[in-house]
Protein backbone atom coordinates (compact mmCIF):
# COMPACT_ATOMS: atom_id res chain seq x y z
CA UNK A 1 0.00 0.00 0.00
CA UNK A 2 2.93 2.37 -0.53
CA UNK A 3 5.76 3.86 -2.11
CA UNK A 4 8.85 6.00 -1.02
CA UNK A 5 7.31 9.23 -2.44
CA UNK A 6 3.84 9.30 -1.55
CA UNK A 7 2.71 5.73 0.38
CA UNK A 8 -0.81 6.30 0.27
CA UNK A 9 -3.26 7.91 -2.40
CA UNK A 10 -5.80 9.09 -0.22
CA UNK A 11 -4.42 12.87 0.15
CA UNK A 12 -5.60 12.99 -3.46
CA UNK A 13 -8.99 14.60 -3.24
CA UNK A 14 -11.62 17.11 -1.45
CA UNK A 15 -12.76 17.19 2.10
CA UNK A 16 -16.68 17.96 2.13
CA UNK A 17 -18.24 19.94 4.58
CA UNK A 18 -20.92 17.66 5.30
CA UNK A 19 -22.52 17.51 8.94
CA UNK A 20 -24.59 14.48 8.31
CA UNK A 21 -27.68 13.60 9.46
CA UNK A 22 -27.59 10.17 11.59
CA UNK A 23 -25.58 10.08 15.14
CA UNK A 24 -22.86 8.89 16.72
CA UNK A 25 -23.39 5.61 18.57
CA UNK A 26 -21.48 3.44 21.09
CA UNK A 27 -21.24 -0.29 19.69
CA UNK A 28 -19.55 -2.40 22.42
CA UNK A 29 -16.22 -1.53 22.41
CA UNK A 30 -16.02 0.59 19.62
CA UNK A 31 -18.04 3.86 18.31
CA UNK A 32 -20.16 4.13 14.89
CA UNK A 33 -22.10 6.86 12.84
CA UNK A 34 -25.67 5.40 12.66
CA UNK A 35 -28.35 6.81 10.25
CA UNK A 36 -31.33 4.88 9.43
CA UNK A 37 -34.50 5.78 6.72
CA UNK A 38 -38.04 6.99 8.26
CA UNK A 39 -39.25 3.76 7.73
CA UNK A 40 -37.56 0.54 8.44
CA UNK A 41 -37.02 -1.71 5.23
CA UNK A 42 -35.09 -4.56 7.48
CA UNK A 43 -32.02 -3.71 5.12
CA UNK A 44 -28.47 -2.64 6.33
CA UNK A 45 -25.39 -1.59 5.15
CA UNK A 46 -22.39 -1.18 6.77
CA UNK A 47 -19.77 1.70 5.30
CA UNK A 48 -15.87 0.96 5.98
CA UNK A 49 -14.22 3.92 5.96
CA UNK A 50 -10.28 4.92 4.23
CA UNK A 51 -7.12 5.53 6.24
CA UNK A 52 -9.08 9.18 7.11
CA UNK A 53 -11.35 7.38 9.67
CA UNK A 54 -14.94 6.80 10.58
CA UNK A 55 -15.70 10.36 11.70
CA UNK A 56 -14.25 11.51 7.85
CA UNK A 57 -17.77 13.81 6.31
CA UNK A 58 -16.91 11.91 3.06
CA UNK A 59 -17.68 9.03 4.34
CA UNK A 60 -20.95 10.11 6.35
CA UNK A 61 -22.54 11.62 3.13
CA UNK A 62 -22.03 7.83 1.56
CA UNK A 63 -23.59 6.37 4.44
CA UNK A 64 -26.50 9.00 4.07
CA UNK A 65 -26.98 8.12 0.41
CA UNK A 66 -27.42 4.70 1.13
CA UNK A 67 -30.43 5.90 4.11
CA UNK A 68 -31.97 7.68 1.42
CA UNK A 69 -32.16 4.44 -0.45
CA UNK A 70 -33.65 2.93 2.28
CA UNK A 71 -30.72 1.09 4.01
CA UNK A 72 -29.64 1.84 7.87
CA UNK A 73 -25.80 2.41 7.38
CA UNK A 74 -23.55 2.28 9.68
CA UNK A 75 -20.02 3.81 9.47
CA UNK A 76 -18.10 1.76 12.80
CA UNK A 77 -14.82 2.65 13.79
CA UNK A 78 -12.79 0.08 12.83
CA UNK A 79 -9.52 1.69 14.02
CA UNK A 80 -11.38 0.50 17.35
CA UNK A 81 -10.42 4.32 18.92
CA UNK A 82 -6.56 4.16 17.14
CA UNK A 83 -6.04 7.77 15.97
CA UNK A 84 -7.12 8.31 11.77
CA UNK A 85 -4.36 9.61 9.45
CA UNK A 86 -4.26 13.46 9.11
CA UNK A 87 -3.37 14.91 5.97
CA UNK A 88 -0.91 16.84 8.01
CA UNK A 89 1.06 13.72 9.37
CA UNK A 90 4.46 12.74 8.51
CA UNK A 91 4.12 10.41 5.07
CA UNK A 92 7.38 9.27 6.11
CA UNK A 93 5.53 7.46 9.48
CA UNK A 94 2.84 6.03 7.19
CA UNK A 95 3.94 2.70 6.90
CA UNK A 96 4.53 2.48 10.61
CA UNK A 97 1.12 3.94 11.09
CA UNK A 98 -0.58 1.12 9.29
CA UNK A 99 1.02 -1.73 10.66
CA UNK A 100 -1.18 -1.49 13.63
CA UNK A 101 -4.28 -0.93 11.41
CA UNK A 102 -4.97 -3.98 9.41
CA UNK A 103 -7.66 -4.27 7.74
CA UNK A 104 -7.90 -7.96 7.37
CA UNK A 105 -7.82 -7.81 11.47
CA UNK A 106 -11.30 -6.34 12.14
CA UNK A 107 -13.03 -9.55 12.51
CA UNK A 108 -13.95 -8.30 16.59
CA UNK A 109 -15.19 -5.13 15.55
CA UNK A 110 -17.50 -6.62 12.39
CA UNK A 111 -18.95 -9.31 15.32
CA UNK A 112 -19.92 -6.15 17.35
CA UNK A 113 -21.44 -4.39 14.27
CA UNK A 114 -23.42 -7.05 12.75
CA UNK A 115 -24.73 -7.72 16.60
CA UNK A 116 -25.74 -4.25 16.96
CA UNK A 117 -27.48 -4.36 13.32
CA UNK A 118 -29.28 -7.92 13.67
CA UNK A 119 -30.60 -6.87 18.05
CA UNK A 120 -30.75 -2.68 18.00
CA UNK A 121 -31.64 -2.09 13.97
CA UNK A 122 -33.82 -5.10 13.19
CA UNK A 123 -32.00 -5.74 10.16
CA UNK A 124 -32.67 -9.19 8.11
CA UNK A 125 -30.51 -8.50 5.03
CA UNK A 126 -26.91 -7.20 5.02
CA UNK A 127 -24.35 -5.29 2.59
CA UNK A 128 -21.34 -3.82 3.00
CA UNK A 129 -19.54 -1.10 1.41
CA UNK A 130 -16.02 0.15 1.52
CA UNK A 131 -13.54 2.75 0.02
CA UNK A 132 -9.87 2.21 -0.34
CA UNK A 133 -8.67 0.87 3.25
CA UNK A 134 -11.88 0.19 3.51
CA UNK A 135 -12.05 -1.50 0.18
CA UNK A 136 -9.27 -3.81 1.58
CA UNK A 137 -11.74 -4.51 4.81
CA UNK A 138 -14.92 -5.58 2.26
CA UNK A 139 -13.01 -7.91 0.67
CA UNK A 140 -12.31 -9.14 3.54
CA UNK A 141 -15.68 -9.18 5.43
CA UNK A 142 -17.23 -10.68 2.12
CA UNK A 143 -14.82 -14.17 2.42
CA UNK A 144 -15.43 -14.27 6.16
CA UNK A 145 -19.24 -13.93 6.88
CA UNK A 146 -21.45 -15.16 4.74
CA UNK A 147 -24.82 -13.08 5.99
CA UNK A 148 -23.68 -10.23 4.40
CA UNK A 149 -25.45 -10.80 1.19
CA UNK A 150 -23.43 -8.24 -1.19
CA UNK A 151 -20.11 -6.02 -1.08
CA UNK A 152 -18.54 -3.18 -3.23
CA UNK A 153 -14.95 -2.49 -2.68
CA UNK A 154 -13.95 0.71 -3.80
CA UNK A 155 -10.77 1.42 -4.92
CA UNK A 156 -9.10 -0.97 -2.11
CA UNK A 157 -5.86 -1.24 -2.93
CA UNK A 158 -4.73 -4.72 -4.30
CA UNK A 159 -1.28 -6.82 -4.26
CA UNK A 160 -0.47 -9.29 -7.39
CA UNK A 161 -0.33 -11.90 -4.32
CA UNK A 162 -3.82 -11.54 -3.49
CA UNK A 163 -6.34 -13.56 -4.29
CA UNK A 164 -9.82 -12.82 -3.91
CA UNK A 165 -11.54 -16.03 -4.99
CA UNK A 166 -12.56 -16.90 -2.31
CA UNK A 167 -15.86 -14.68 -1.94
CA UNK A 168 -19.05 -15.68 -0.11
CA UNK A 169 -21.34 -13.95 -2.43
CA UNK A 170 -21.87 -11.10 -4.65
CA UNK A 171 -19.22 -8.39 -4.95
CA UNK A 172 -18.61 -5.59 -7.15
CA UNK A 173 -15.10 -3.35 -7.59
CA UNK A 174 -14.51 -0.21 -8.80
CA UNK A 175 -11.51 1.20 -9.92
CA UNK A 176 -10.51 4.24 -11.43
CA UNK A 177 -7.65 4.46 -14.43
CA UNK A 178 -5.63 6.86 -13.66
CA UNK A 179 -5.12 5.53 -10.24
CA UNK A 180 -1.67 5.60 -9.45
CA UNK A 181 -1.27 3.33 -6.56
CA UNK A 182 -3.71 0.41 -8.28
CA UNK A 183 -1.71 -0.32 -11.47
CA UNK A 184 -4.37 -1.70 -14.42
CA UNK A 185 -2.06 -4.97 -14.47
CA UNK A 186 -3.35 -5.53 -10.55
CA UNK A 187 -6.93 -5.17 -11.98
CA UNK A 188 -6.27 -7.48 -14.57
CA UNK A 189 -4.97 -10.50 -12.75
CA UNK A 190 -7.72 -10.11 -10.34
CA UNK A 191 -9.87 -10.25 -13.07
CA UNK A 192 -7.84 -13.65 -14.38
CA UNK A 193 -8.03 -14.98 -10.91
CA UNK A 194 -12.12 -14.09 -10.13
CA UNK A 195 -12.81 -15.48 -13.57
CA UNK A 196 -10.81 -18.98 -12.80
CA UNK A 197 -11.79 -19.36 -9.14
CA UNK A 198 -14.60 -17.09 -8.03
CA UNK A 199 -18.46 -19.30 -7.52
CA UNK A 200 -20.24 -16.02 -6.96
CA UNK A 201 -21.71 -13.10 -9.03
CA UNK A 202 -19.16 -10.11 -9.33
CA UNK A 203 -18.27 -7.34 -11.62
CA UNK A 204 -14.58 -5.44 -11.91
CA UNK A 205 -15.44 -1.78 -13.84
CA UNK A 206 -12.62 0.69 -14.46
CA UNK A 207 -14.12 4.28 -14.91
CA UNK A 208 -12.28 6.40 -17.70
CA UNK A 209 -9.85 8.97 -16.82
CA UNK A 210 -10.64 8.77 -13.11
CA UNK A 211 -8.15 9.05 -10.49
CA UNK A 212 -8.29 7.06 -6.63
CA UNK A 213 -10.71 8.29 -4.38
CA UNK A 214 -13.28 9.82 -7.15
CA UNK A 215 -16.63 8.30 -5.16
CA UNK A 216 -16.21 9.82 -2.25
CA UNK A 217 -13.40 12.27 -2.41
CA UNK A 218 -14.50 14.47 -5.89
CA UNK A 219 -16.68 17.35 -5.28
CA UNK A 220 -18.65 17.47 -8.36
CA UNK A 221 -18.63 21.77 -8.30
CA UNK A 222 -15.12 22.08 -8.36
CA UNK A 223 -14.31 18.78 -10.77
CA UNK A 224 -17.24 19.19 -12.76
CA UNK A 225 -15.54 16.80 -15.63
CA UNK A 226 -15.46 14.03 -13.38
CA UNK A 227 -19.49 14.08 -12.19
CA UNK A 228 -20.66 12.34 -14.73
CA UNK A 229 -17.93 9.45 -13.37
CA UNK A 230 -18.61 9.88 -9.91
CA UNK A 231 -22.47 10.01 -10.31
CA UNK A 232 -22.40 6.80 -12.29
CA UNK A 233 -20.15 5.40 -9.62
CA UNK A 234 -22.56 5.95 -6.99
CA UNK A 235 -25.19 4.81 -9.26
CA UNK A 236 -23.48 1.50 -9.65
CA UNK A 237 -22.63 0.85 -5.96
CA UNK A 238 -26.37 1.34 -4.77
CA UNK A 239 -27.83 -0.48 -8.05
CA UNK A 240 -25.32 -3.92 -6.64
CA UNK A 241 -26.85 -3.13 -3.63
CA UNK A 242 -30.82 -3.37 -4.41
CA UNK A 243 -30.01 -6.26 -6.64
CA UNK A 244 -28.31 -8.42 -3.73
CA UNK A 245 -29.74 -7.02 -0.69
Request: overall charge neutral; proline content about 5%; glycine content about 8%.
Amino acid sequence: MANESRPCPCDIGDRFDYGGRGQEVQVEHIKAYVCKPPASTGKAVIVIHDIFGWQLPNTRYMADMLVANGYTAICPDFFAGREAWKPSDDWCKFDEWLKTRDARKINKEADAVLKYLKEQCGAKKLGVVGFCWGGVAARHLMMTYPELKAGVSLYGLIKDSDDISNLLNPMFFIFAEKDDFIPLHQVTLLQQKLKKNCKVDYEVKIYPGQTHGFVHRRREDINPQDKPYVEEGRKDMINWLNKYV
